[in-house]
Each structure stands twice: as C-alpha cells, then as structure tokens.
C-alpha cells in the first residue's frame, strides 16, 4: 500500500540512522574494493612517460576518451523523435523521456579524472570504445571475434548514459516525459574517495546534486519521482550511516530528496524500496540482433561435461562465507570443474578462463563474496549455465525487472544454512537428483535470457531483441506510472526535500 512504500521522511531518517547497520558496511567493504582485472588494462608504451612516472597513454585510447568525453559535456542535445504514424498517433506517447542537461561536473569532468580513480591503476583504458573497453582476444576461440570487451564490472555509468542517449522516445518538452533520467555518473565520482578521510570530499557531488535538481522546474512536477538516475556499484557504497572521515562511501542514499527517485545499482540494499538493481556488465555487448541470435545457437549446441562448476577463492576473513565448503565438495568431485582463484593466480583474471568452464558445465554455483551478489552470475547465464544460487538476496530479490518471477525455471536454490550445517543433501546430491529433461529446460531458459542481461553496443543498435537498458527504462516508466495515478488519485507523499543547512 501506500503507506507502506512511502514512510514519513524525518521518521526514515531517523530509522536509518539508529539502525547498527555499520557492521554490515565494514563487512562489505571488500566489495568496494574489489579491482576491475589488472590484466586486461591495454599496457601503454615503455617510453613516454609524464613527469618521469606515469605512463602515456596511447595516443589511439586518448582520442577515444577525448571523444566519449565531448559527449558527454556537450549534454544531451535532445530532440523530440518523429514518431507520429500515419494515422496521426504519436507512437512515444507515455514513453518520452527528458535527460537533464547536468553540469559536467556531474559526469564529464568525472571521466576526466579516470586515471586517479584508483591509486594502484589507471581506469582510463576502461572508457575507450564508449565505455566497453578494449577488445577481447579471442586466440582461444571462447569468445565471438566480435562484440566482446574488457569491461570493468562496475563501468555501467557510462555504457547506460550512452545507451539512453539511443532511446527512440527522447523528447526537450518534460512535460511530455513520462521519466526524467539524471545523468550523474553517481559510481564513478564515489569511487574517487573509497580511499579518501574526508567526509566532505565523498559527499560534495550528490550534495551539488540534490540541491540542483530541487531548484529545477522539472523536479516541482512531481518532487522527483519521476527521476531516475545510475550508480555502476552496489548500494553498499552510497550508504554511509555517519559523518565520520574515516567510514566507507557517500551518504547519497542519506539525502531525503534521493528517496523519491528510482536509484539503479548493480546491487541494492535490501530493506529499502527506491533502489532497483539492474544486471552487472558483462563481457558481451552485440551491435545487432544476429550476433545475439549466433552466440545463443552456440550455447545450445554447447556440450556440457561437466554437472557443476565453481570459479573463485575463499573468504577467510568471512566466518559466515559458504565458498570453503563448495571449494572443497567440487575438488573432491569428479562431476565438478573447479577454477580456485588466489590473490597471485592471474589466470583467474583472463575472462575466458571461467568462461570455458562455465561453457561445459550444467550448473555454476554463485556462493555470495565480497557482496550478496556477483557479476559472475551473469556471465554464467551468458554461457547457458544455469546458476546455482545460496542466498535469496543474491538474484532474486535484486534483479526482479529482468528475471523470471519463477526461479525454478532458470535457477537451483539451495541454502546457505543447509551448506554450512551439512545436514542437508550435499549439493552435488541435489543437483543429480533434478532430472535431465528438467535440466535441459533450464539451460533453454537461461539461453533465451541472454538479450534482456546484456548491454547492447551503445554504438550502434539492435533491431528488434530488447537488452537491460530496454528493460530497465520501460520498468521505470512504469513505475513512475503507477506512482502519478496514486499522486493523481490523492495518494499523500512526503515531500522529502530539507532545507539545505539539514542536508
């Protein structure tokens, strides 16, 4: 009900910040670091250095940052799309979309500062072909030769401001949007200072942020529930509890007027409702529907050898960390193909390492790491392995716009309880007591989920399969949908917008 979405702002608020949520935070705060793959960053030249230390970057990746960074500055120059057929209906009617024409340091001059993002590598490489990445090889033949890139898993700002940019229904009226996007590149900026002791540097931006929005027309409309905006991280990143230097992330999930908004994030928090998680970047981005259609037909012929795989290390800080107990069943397992990964195992890098194997096994077991969820995942949907999932905030109640709400039909569940108590049936016993035939319908099912998990090439479009962002963005205008029929039926929300000075 209404009541139940929308709590009164200063008693959320208050709830929020008395929760003793930090221990979940510090628990999580290996998710934050985890670093996109050292070794797919493109080397850049031994000579030319600048200043005697950093390298150059080739001059090739410069131009394309150069360029990805002129679009985005330049805004979103927008145009009201001739959609109107010859019977005179406007076809982008209750589908337009209004793209805020932000200040570039909301995004732009974000881009910029790519190369100190982390203080151990440069990110720059990670921009280049919009946003993707560089190519893949693909000597080994695990990959297509095309459409496939190094992309960081948290790189997603970028690949879907890229892709809204694409949409058929964009329009410069907003009072003909049925949605209003909010291209701040909310992940790139909080990774700047993950590492930073200065509470006033982590939240300078969403700060800037809310108290822009609030003074638009725009936002007056419908006091922002009609935004939507994109973080490429988890939640757990955005959630800081207090103003201490020294705690993890930004308090961009503490501003009262982000409350009203849709936040998408690879990872949502689960006891709030105005965040949605959107599917992790994979490697595969298709510029057309055939290189979808193709990579499909290659995974269905695909011959699976093995029941089950498992591809990771272990938590050994993590006393509540299920994934000793899979390592050590699927080593001990014929039926198991097992890829453990160690700090210094650099194979475990190399994208088409855990592909191959999740390309010939039936299940893929996605224990929950550093997060609840994992990019992992998806890259096993992306090999026709059905997942194998041990914790309910892992997939199902995360990625709900892109999932089948029957999770029998793509996924096994099985406990974390069940695991760490070894009182159930071992999870090699659990998965050769599901039929062949049953198995066989779930790795169809996984294959035909395929288009709706991934980010078509931002480049370029498809011509009649829908990806994540297609998803997404109808998902939220039906949302927004909802909430303006409650608003316009007397439905009473909290306005959730204080007085600079509070914020």
Known sequence: GVGGRWLPCLVLLAVLSATPWLLIIHCHRAASVSTPHPSLVTAAPASGREGGSQPRFPSVQEQQVKN????????????????????????????????????????????????????????CPYLVNGGLGAPLDNADGVFADEGWYATDHFGLDVIFHARVRQYECLTNDSSLAAAVFVPYYAGFDVVRHLWSNNATAKDALPVELVNWLTRRPEWRAMGGRDHF??????????????????????????????WNMTVLLVEKLPWTDFDFAVPYPTYFHPAKDADVLQWQQRMQGMKREFLFSFAGGERPGDPNSIRHHLIRECGASSFCNLVQCHKSEKNCLVPSTFMRVFQGARFCLQPPGDTYTRRSAFDAILAGCVPV????????????????????????????????????????????????????????????????????????KLQTLRDAVDFTVEAVIDRVSKLRKEMDHGASYPNCILPPSII
Not at 85 to 96: F, N, S
């Open 389 to 460: 999932f041990f914790h309910q905030d892992s997939a199902y109640r995360q990625y709900r716009w892109h999932l089948p709400d029957d999770r029998d039909t793509y996924s096994v569940f099985i406990s974390e309880e069940d695991v760490r108590s070894g009182n159930a049936s071992s999870v090699e016993e659990t998965l050769r007591q599901i039929p062949p035939e049953v198995a066989e319908r779930m790795t169809e099912t996984v294959i035909g989920l395929i288009p709706r998990l991934v980010y078509a090439d931002p480049r370029s």
């Open 229 to 258: 905006v994109m973080s490429g991280r988890t939640a757990w990143d955005h959630q800081r509890q207090t103003d201490s230097d020294s705690e993890w992330g930004n308090k961009l999930f503490r501003l009262p007027p982000v």
């Open 68 to 123: 990805l960074l002129i679009a985005s500055a330049a805004g979103d120059e927008v145009r009201r799309s001739s959609n109107v057929g010859v019977t005179g209906e406007d076809a982008c009617r209750g589908r337009y979309l209004y793209v805020h024409d932000l200040p570039p340091r909301f995004n732009a001059d974000i881009l910029a500062d790519c190369r100190h993002w982390y203080p151990w590598m440069d990110m």
